[in-house]
């Protein structure tokens, strides 16, 4: 069995709960309005990355092509990220992938899926944010919608936090990672869709205890502050 992560409309913002559904994807489908270059980079960390430029893609962009259409884990597929552009004659092709509305959308044609991720990045328009993973073997689909903003309301109700401040030491360690590159606050904050607070927060308790890890700033994050 193949998954494919599938998400849209990210504008700028990497949730932590994306990351997380991501890992042990086999590939990753971007429709679109990704709005910084540290978002595909991320993304390319996890799984092989296919993404197509949105109307809110500027200059950086403009080498991301419009359109995509490629063969990945047995399925053929479109991706455009307005619906009006998909061409009238998709025969031959099993998914369909689009974004631009924020409105998930799932609905079949023939053997061809149509596939609308929503958007998993700000909240926009008062739609849910949600995202798709779609599972494929011997030939057959499966779509999971998932429910961002659920799923984050459920980790703040279980641990009574914010569900930014919400870490995994693999998150941790690869944000210390990138302070041992030299990059800075506001670079790794962007990269990570985190608040500037946040991130100096965990910056400064890594470069003020040396010898301190992952495991520890993780500790030393869930220790009330003295006030």
């Not at 109307?55 to 995509?68: F, G, I, M, R, V």
């Not at 959308?105 to 328009?125: A, Q, V």
């Not at 798709?132 to 689909?141: D, F, K, L, R």
């Not at 984050?152 to 919400?166: M, Q």
């Amino acid at each position: 069995m193949k998954r494919i992560g599938v998400l849209s409309d990210t504008h700028g913002k990497l949730r932590e709960e994306v990351l997380e559904i991501l890992q042990g994807c086999d590939a990753i489908l971007h429709a679109g309005d990704i709005n910084t270059p540290q978002v595909l980079e991320r993304l390319r960390e996890i799984a092989p990355l296919y993404v197509v430029r949105g109307n809110a893609d500027k200059e950086w962009a403009e080498e991301l092509p419009q359109t995509l259409s490629e063969e990945i884990c047995g399925l053929r597929f479109f991706m455009v990220h307005n619906k009006k552009e998909i061409p009238a004659d998709i025969t031959g092709y099993d998914l369909v992938v689009y974004g631009h509305s924020h409105k998930y959308e799932e609905r079949r044609e023939g053997n061809c899926l149509y596939l609308n991720p929503g958007s998993c990045g700000p909240r926009r328009f008062s739609q849910p944010v949600t995202m798709a993973v779609v599972e494929t073997e011997a030939g057959n689909i499966r779509v999971f919608r998932k429910d961002i903003a659920q799923q984050a309301k459920e980790e703040t109700l279980a641990k009574g936090k914010s569900s930014e401040t919400v870490f995994t030491e693999k998150r941790l360690r690869d944000i210390l990672r990138d302070v041992d590159k030299g990059r800075s606050v506001s670079q790794i904050a962007e990269k990570y869709g985190m608040a500037q607070e946040t991130m100096e927060q965990i910056c400064r308790l890594y470069l003020t205890h040396p010898g301190i890890d992952a495991a520890g700033v993780k500790e030393k994050m869930a220790m009330p502050r003295n006030r």
